[in-house]
């Protein structure tokens, strides 16, 4: 691996390299970053997208932090990277040393897979770890893993560093004994049990909102310029800025403790917001919807119309079930089984009572800034002109439960000594308890600041600590062979919006807002007017996985999929359906006994599906039900969790495929089909997954290991393919 230019940075001793979906391991390899050059290592930090910037021939110390995404899937600002990694040959690291952290979920199935790969295949290529590999566990929390990874590593990385450098024969001998003394301070640091008084914490220094911006005069690159004529032109009004709900957790536990330890490091300060001076001002009414030029998607970001909007379920329904059908001007070219991404925007009022609880002034909020700093969080680098409101309202996520290091954060800057204390005590190994009771009520950003009102903290420490903002995939539910199919996309979503038996009202960021974008349609009803002045930013998810119909239309397909998780498959449908059309047209077959010819040509698709009330969110019925009636689909199985007694049926999918076991192991075995899984990667997944490995041993005769390992081999061939979500 060569670096791309001359002038490409390189680490003479550590690197840290991240690959992060959600922002979490790239603000834990920064915490290590800064950590290594507070302890005096010469340190480099890069996503491993960037991995050309390093001369990898000469690395000899690299840190991986690493989380896993989708069904073992590595995070997208790695794929660059891993495709570069398959195509290596050879042993070209025999001098690197390496040391991994990955970041994952024993929820789902390939419990953090990326990181497992990665250490195999850095060993194949020469490489060797200087550190034990750690797995850190989301379901258990992150922390308990990773603060004692982190401080473990130290000296097992000075070490290394210091080996490496004398086995060179280093040429500064000065360095060696700068590293010698690293070594020793961090065996002292170790040898004190890193502890802290909750009184002796420094006061908090209340900072103005604004306080660190300072004036620049610059060249606007303003909001259209990047993205021109996308808009969002209905939904973000000038919404009045929400309260916030009191966050109530009983802190009786707190008078037990009077030293608290393993609190988190703050990440350093490094982002500065600067002002754009500019003859043009800001973009105000219509013009302040339009999507900003700094969103970054891993494919072209595209501008949707909603051409209409129908809800799927009744009020009887527990979930209220939408399908949305988005337009285009353009041709677009994706397949059933492709997802794309909306990047929607926080909730107008929840941004703008952020931006109030942090004292950001009406005025300032709509004040054009740059966004500067040495490795600054990577969401952030391309903020060179932008509002504070857009970039509350795109760059950020102020719903997601905040980490022990933002609360640590937010205890730094409470003016208010009972506030801080409860504040330090949730940060620390003592207050886990109450932290985790507190995470519990899915506390926003707001909530957070609303129920610790003494906290001060300058806007600046709060973008660059709060996770970023993610986009959110659905999944494609038409064809592109049907009448427009290229000039549109359909999917179908839960609007996530619920009540805490606190009675807190939560929503999720995107599905209510689509719902308010088409004022809340009722059931039944399709609406087909009033979005003329919408525009959505979307754009095509990259299909790593595959999950697409098979090339030959006569291999028979299996697909699994319990509520939302068909919605592929309705896509699915719809090809074949329009496939059947063109062949019918063709060859002029499909008349009295001559249909049998037309079902040659293709081969048999089984559909497992599940609901809760077959009235009620059995999704997309009607055209299940008419598919089965032309010889599309040639069976369907519906499984019904929550009716008795309903005939020929089941509570889950996992039952159905347990009674048609052996008809499910005939077509596999003898026709070759394909298996399809889509939906959630916790529960139902790993069901199926037991289920099918019962088929294999029981119809197929095979051990129960051999099943798992035949089953993993269908994985890699692209025979057993799944498509998971959290
Ligand atoms: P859901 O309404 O929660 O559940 C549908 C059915 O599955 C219910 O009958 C439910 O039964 C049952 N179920 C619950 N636990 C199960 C288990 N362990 N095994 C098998 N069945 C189980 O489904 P949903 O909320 O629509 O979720 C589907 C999943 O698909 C989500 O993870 C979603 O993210 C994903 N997905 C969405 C899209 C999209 O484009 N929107 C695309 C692909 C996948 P009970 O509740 O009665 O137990």
Redesign the pocket.
């Known amino acids: 691996m060569a670096p791309e230019s001359d002038s490409a940075p390189y680490a003479g001793h550590l690197t840290v390299f991240f690959a992060s979906q959600t922002g979490n391991a790239e603000s834990i390899s920064r915490n290590i970053h800064e950590q290594a050059l507070e302890k005096g290592f010469k340190s480099l930090h890069f996503v491993l997208n960037d991995f050309a910037k390093v001369d990898w021939d000469k690395e000899e110390c690299l840190v991986f932090v690493v989380s896993t995404t989708g069904d073992g899937d590595p995070p997208d600002n790695s794929t660059k990277f891993w495709r570069h990694l398959r195509k290596l040959k050879g042993v070209g690291l025999t001098k690197a040393k390496f040391a991994i952290l990955g970041l994952g979920d024993t929820n789902y199935d390939n419990f953090c897979q990326t990181a497992k790969r990665l250490d195999t295949r850095l060993q194949e290529l020469g490489a060797s770890p200087f550190y034990a590999r750690g797995l850190a566990d989301d379901a258990t929390g992150l922390e308990e893993t990773v603060d004692p990874w982190i401080k473990d590593m130290w000296p097992a990385l000075a070490q290394i560093v210091i080996s490496t450098s004398s086995a060179q024969g280093s040429p500064q001998p000065q360095t060696t004994k700068l590293e010698e003394e690293i070594v020793k301070d961090i065996i002292e640091q170790q040898e004190h049990d890193h502890s802290s008084h909750i009184t002796s914490e420094k006061t908090a220094t209340t900072a103005p909102a604004m306080d660190s911006v300072v004036k620049e005069t610059g060249a606007v690159d303003t909001l259209v310029e990047g993205v021109k004529g996308l808009s969002v032109a209905a939904g973000l009004t000038s919404a009045v800025p929400a309260a916030g709900y009191h966050i109530d957790v009983d802190f009786s536990t707190m008078a037990n403790h009077t030293t608290l330890t393993a609190l988190p490091r703050v990440p350093n300060a490094n982002l500065k917001i600067t002002n754009v001076e500019t003859t043009t001002t800001a973009p105000t009414g219509k013009q302040a919807k339009l999507i900003p030029s700094f969103i970054q998607t891993p494919t072209r970001l595209m501008s949707a119309k909603i051409n209409s909007v129908q809800c799927l379920t009744p009020e009887t329904a527990?979930?209220r079930t939408l399908s949305v059908e988005f337009g285009f001007d353009d041709d677009l070219d994706y397949s059933p089984g492709d997802?794309f991404g909306i990047w929607a925007p926080n909730d107008d009022s929840l941004v703008r009572g952020v931006l109030a609880a942090l004292s950001v002034t009406d005025e300032d909020i709509n004040k054009l800034v740059k966004l500067e700093g040495e490795d600054i969080p990577t969401h952030l680098q391309p903020v060179h002109s932008a509002t504070l409101l857009d970039i509350f309202r795109y760059s950020v996520d102020l719903t997601t439960a905040p980490k022990k290091a933002n609360i640590r954060l937010y205890a730094d800057h409470a003016t208010d000594a009972a506030e801080k204390q409860k504040l330090m005590f949730m940060a620390s190994k003592q207050g886990v308890d109450v932290f985790n009771a507190f995470r519990a009520q899915s506390p926003t950003l707001l909530d957070i600041l609303h129920t610790f009102p003494s906290v001060k903290v300058p806007v600046a420490r709060v973008i660059e600590t709060l996770p970023p903002m993610q986009p959110r995939y659905?999944?494609i539910t038409n064809s592109p062979l049907a009448k427009h199919g290229h000039r549109r996309w359909s999917?179908?979503?839960?609007v996530v919006a619920y009540e805490l038996p606190e009675g807190i009202k939560r929503r999720g960021v995107c599905t209510p807002w689509l719902d308010e974008l088409s004022s809340k349609v009722p059931f039944g009803k399709t609406v087909t007017t009033g979005f003329a002045d919408v525009r959505l930013p979307v754009f095509v998810k990259p299909n790593e996985t595959k999950f697409n119909l098979p090339s030959d239309t006569t291999t028979p397909v299996i697909m699994i999929g319990?509520?939302?998780?068909v919605?592929?498959f309705i896509g699915f449908l719809e090809h074949r359906a329009e496939q059947r059309k063109i062949k019918k047209r063709l060859v002029n077959i499909g008349v009295g006994s001559r249909r049998q010819h037309l079902d040659d040509l293709f081969g048999d698709m089984w559909l497992f599906f599940?609901?809760?009330h077959r009235e009620r969110?059995w999704l997309f019925r009607s055209q299940m039900e008419e598919y089965k009636q032309e010889g599309v689909l040639t069976e369907l199985h519906v499984?019904v969790?929550?009716e008795e007694d309903v005939p020929n049926s089941g509570k889950?999918?996992?039952d159905l495929l347990r009674k048609e076991g052996k008809r499910i192991w005939n077509l596999l075995d003898k026709k070759g089909a394909l298996i399809y899984v889509?939906?959630?990667?916790k529960?139902?997944a790993k069901?199926v997954n037991d289920e099918l490995i019962n088929v294999l041993v029981e119809y197929g005769g095979f051990e129960k290991t051999a099943a798992l390992l035949e089953l993993n081999k269908w994985a890699q061939e692209k025979r057993y393919l799944r498509?998971l979500?959290a």
């Open positions: 527990l979930k997802s659905y999944s999917c179908a979503f839960n319990p509520g939302t998780g919605a592929p599940g609901c809760r969110d499984a969790s929550r889950y999918v996992q889509c939906g959630d990667a529960g139902m069901s498509d979500w």
